[in-house]
């Protein structure tokens, strides 16, 4: 159970605290708190929930996950990535259905929590998680045109068609004074520099004087309008509302928070990782935010996940402790109640300003370099059909399609299994004090790489196809790292037509797992334990040893 591994993060983080310690976690939580602000409320607005909702998951979401997570540099709150989702799930079913979905995803993530399933995350292909980001990138960007030029254009389930809704939508007249707000936002954060950073984010000086700029020349342009003065945000999500003549409705979408949170959670971790030399206890941290997405929909909010940005400020800032989270949580609520009225203030195209600028710096550019670059065609092959799918198809369709794309690639990269089939070379055996004779030719060794599994034996059975008057066949099996039963069928095969031929099938260097394989599928008793050598010298030396009959 997690509470003992949690205790021994606790132990580990507070053991030998001090004062000058909390001075780092407050100086830390600070500076998170500055950088989280703007993109907390823009996230909200994004979502088609509101700025507030944001803010309260920030603030609920650290406090929960904070006192909970896998390490102590992990920062949580709402992500882009997640508004994405949520803007379709509003639209189609509400706040209401955006909220079941977010109970649904906690309880999923809780579940693969505690079931100690954290690592399959790491098995996505790096390449495709480039290319959704890519596309998730695009996509927030075309859905900030609304509130950048201050229109309404119809809703749409896929960002591809939200774009084509801007040049087919009649009598569509821009703000310019909102269009302006937004562009002087995106200019002060790409013009910002970056040792100013330190003090005061871009992103939040950027929005001061957007907000100021406009109180000052008293444009009409939408703005934030209200910020409650309350956790609990009005409406809220409740058990007896949850409409289970339609649940099924909500299970892709629930499995697409689940997938893009536990990511998010996975890539934040491994930067964290890098910088403090501390490893993320990935399965405590997906019970922590399984257990804080389960209870955010009570307070009217939307999902968290870990976010890279908020973590690098962190533990820049000298962060020590889970505090730092807590923290950056508690001045923001602070912020809430005290500046509310201020915060009203903040124009929508602001807002969507940071959202746009946030999300092309959140493309990993030199990752694309590097793919392209080099031509890597498999790998852009799938960045391409991961982004395209991204922003024409609906993101949860997307996501199921990455998923298949996913196994497309693992299994074509890990399919590939290396045969090289080579002649008994007498001369190299002495070379190496091995006396033989060298009087049968019909002796032959294949050296397999790779790992013999389904989707590989194809490979192998065509690689023995022609089996000529081999008299004597050594699979060496020292690079097998495993095989499944269609490797063992596969085996099976061959030994059965060498056999008819009068041949003997005999095998090297195999590791235990695969051995143990061969066992449960009564290969040893067929092929004879007689025929399993250490190495392929002493196969090849009792091979000669027992003569040869096509000699």
Request: charged content about 15%; proline content about 4%.
């Amino acid at each position: 159970m997690p509470r003992r591994s949690l205790a021994r993060l606790y132990r580990d983080e507070f053991t030998g605290y001090s004062p000058a310690k909390f001075r780092n976690d407050l100086t830390a939580g600070l500076n998170v708190a500055l950088v989280a602000l703007p993109l907390a409320l823009a996230f909200g607005a994004a979502s088609g929930a509101s700025a507030a909702a944001g803010l309260v998951t920030s603030i609920v979401g650290g406090i929960v996950i904070g006192l909970l997570a896998g390490a102590p540099y992990q920062m949580t709150g709402a992500k882009a990535v997640i508004s994405v989702v949520l803007i379709v799930l509003v639209n189609q079913y509400g706040l209401e259905g955006m909220w079941v979905a977010l109970f649904m995803a906690g309880l999923l993530t809780l579940a693969i929590g505690l079931l100690r399933l954290g690592r399959f995350i790491a098995f996505i292909p790096s390449t495709v998680i480039s290319g959704f980001t890519a596309g998730i990138s695009a996509i927030i960007i075309i859905r900030q045109f609304d509130p950048l030029l201050g229109i309404r254009t119809p809703t749409t389930i896929t960002a591809a068609q939200k774009l084509i809704a801007y040049f087919t939508t009649p009598n569509l007249t821009p703000n310019l004074h909102s269009l302006l707000l937004g562009l002087l936002v995106m200019g002060i954060m790409f013009l910002y520099p970056a040792k100013w950073n330190e003090r005061v984010p871009g992103s939040l000086m950027a929005l001061i004087i957007a907000t100021a700029s406009n109180f000052a020349l008293g444009w009409s342009v939408n703005t934030i309008e209200s910020i409650p003065q309350t956790l609990f945000l009005q409406p809220n999500f409740s058990i007896p509302a949850i409409p289970w003549e339609n649940i099924s409705d909500f299970v892709a979408p629930a499995l697409t928070l689940t997938a893009l949170g536990s990511v998010e959670t996975l890539l934040c971790g491994s930067a964290g990782s890098e910088m403090t030399g501390k490893r993320l206890q990935v399965n405590q941290h997906l019970i922590a935010q399984g257990i804080g997405n389960m209870l955010l929909p009570f307070f009217g909010a939307i999902p968290t996940t870990s976010g890279i940005l908020r973590t690098k400020v962190a533990i820049h800032s000298g962060g020590q402790t889970r505090l730092t989270g807590i923290i950056h949580s508690l001045i923001l609520l602070a912020v809430m109640f005290m500046l509310a009225d201020y915060l009203a203030m903040i124009p929508l195209s602001a807002l969507a300003g940071v959202l746009m600028v946030t999300a092309i710096r959140s493309v990993d550019l030199s990752s694309v370099k590097f793919t392209f670059g080099n031509f890597f065609k498999t790998d852009m092959i799938a960045f391409l059909v991961a982004f395209i799918a991204t922003v024409v198809l609906s993101l949860t369709n997307a996501i199921l399609f990455g998923t298949f794309l996913m196994g497309a690639v693992f299994l074509n990269k890990s399919a590939s299994i290396d045969i090289s089939i080579q002649e008994v070379d007498v001369e190299r055996l002495k070379q190496r004090g091995i006396e033989t004779e060298g009087k049968c030719k019909h002796v032959r060794v294949a050296f397999l790489t790779g790992p013999l599994f389904f989707a590989a034996t194809s490979q192998f059975s065509e690689s023995f196809a022609d089996l000529g008057d081999t008299h004597a066949l050594i699979l060496s099996m020292r690079g097998v790292p495993l095989i499944d039963s269609a490797g063992i069928e596969a085996i099976h095969k061959l030994h059965t037509r060498l056999q008819k031929n009068g041949g003997t099938l005999m095998f090297a260097g195999i590791h235990d797992n695969a051995k143990q394989m061969m066992e449960r599928g009564g290969l040893v008793k067929i092929v004879g334990e007689e025929n399993f050598f250490w190495s392929s010298d002493q196969a090849i030396v009792e091979a000669e040893r027992r003569g040869c009959k096509f000699c």
